[in-house]
């Protein structure tokens, strides 16, 4: 009976050895099942310059979508399902936080800044 005791004994601490083995190397590498934070952005632009240096566009490179378009002013909204583009004349576009429900009213709101009325 004591031999079976200190049998299961030495099982058990083989057991817990080897456990404590791979949770060394589980933590080492980031195992065990573990989620990691996510870390924020850098606040260099160094990531987004490498990006448009990498980028290949033959005609005009937008900017801030890094879409390769024909001329500046047809470069599209980052986020279009909030922003509306409103081209300005001569070539110039910008985009703006889109002004309420109704289509157009963003180009109604910029006209009224540009004429000095809001």
Request: charged share 20%.
């Amino acid at each position: 009976m004591e031999l079976l005791n200190i049998f299961f004994l030495l099982i058990g601490t083989f057991g817990m050895g080897v456990k404590a083995q791979f949770g060394f190397f589980d933590q080492m590498f980031g195992g065990g099942g573990r989620q990691q934070e996510p870390q924020d952005v850098r606040s260099d632009s160094s990531w987004y310059a490498q990006q448009y240096e990498n980028a290949h566009c033959s005609k005009y490179l937008c900017p801030g979508t890094l879409s390769c378009v024909s001329f500046p002013h047809h470069c599209p909204c980052a986020w279009e399902n909030v922003e509306e583009k409103v081209e300005l004349g001569e070539g110039i576009a910008v985009c703006a936080s889109k002004g309420g429900y109704k289509a157009g009213e963003t180009l109604k709101k910029i006209e009224l800044a540009r004429k000095g009325l809001l």
